[in-house]
């Protein structure tokens, strides 16, 4: 029995090939952004952590404005 993701992945990909098809696919990042730093983050047991925003921003187009900065200094590390 196969049991590995990859595995799993793997042999679904082969059915697709075998009918002349091809599988597409994107992820989707999901995180939160806190404003207490990894050592307040630690010394607090992760827990009461103060967000960025005090709602969900996922789909708002001023408040991701507030961790663009966030990410990206990441994403040019």
């Not at 090939?17 to 989707?28: D, F, P, Q, S």
């Not at 607090?44 to 708002?60: C, E, F, I, K």
Request: hydrophobic content about 40%.
């Amino acid at each position: 029995m196969v049991a590995a993701p990859r595995q799993i992945l793997r042999r679904q990909l082969e059915r697709l090939a075998e009918h002349g098809l091809t599988a597409h696919v994107g992820t989707e990042l999901e995180f939160i952004v806190f404003k207490d730093t990894y050592e307040q983050a630690w010394d607090a047991n992760y827990r009461g952590l103060t967000p960025v925003n005090q709602y969900n921003v996922d789909y708002s187009v001023l408040g991701t404005g507030r961790v663009e900065p966030s990410c990206a200094a990441s994403a040019t590390r």
